[in-house]
């Protein structure tokens, strides 16, 4: 009966800040792999409402605050985007801006919607895996 509001939990919490919801899942009792996978469709989840809103939410928000998309290789995030790419940014993304601006900023960038959902879901499973490692081997010290 425990194990439903402790998915639930571990899911709003990645919802919105991925790295802390496996151990918060793990802290909740859930078995490992199974606050590990709830996180990571979380994240995913997070990347896909910003892909099925974010495309006509980019456009009004270029058209009202008049923003320019031109690549400048003088400014630092242009030369990190032509160095790092969309790599870069579903690696990155999972542990620094979360699942909703790393979405937002693919978008801006011009990704597609489906490379940057493959993309940012890849990334965050790789964490997936490096952060329940992590939490095991804690786990593991401790007892």
């Known amino acids: 009966m425990d194990t439903i509001p402790a998915i639930v939990s571990t ?3 990645a919802f919105f800040w991925f790295i802390g919801a496996i151990p918060a899942g793990a802290a909740l009792n859930l078995a490992l792999p199974v606050a590990a ?3 990571w469709i979380s994240y995913a989840a997070g990347v896909a409402v910003i892909v099925l809103i974010g495309a006509p939410l980019r456009e009004r928000i270029v058209r009202r605050f008049n923003l320019s998309l031109e690549h400048d290789p003088n400014k630092l ?3 990190a985007w032509d160095r790092y790419g969309l790599i870069g940014l579903g690696l990155l993304a999972p542990i620094t801006v979360g699942s909703q601006i ?3 900023m693919g ?3 011009g990704v597609s919607p489906a490379r940057l ?3 940012m879901a890849l990334g ?3 964490w997936t895996g490096v952060i329940a490692g992590l939490v ?3 786990v593991s010290v401790v007892q």
């Open 107 to 109: 978008l801006a960038l």
């Open 77 to 79: 995030f242009w030369r």
């Open 37 to 39: 996978l709830t996180a």
């Open 11 to 13: 899911f709003g919490l």
């Open 136 to 138: 095991a081997l804690g």
């Open 102 to 104: 790393g979405a937002l």
């Open 124 to 126: 965050a499973a790789l």
């Open 117 to 119: 959902l493959i993309a």
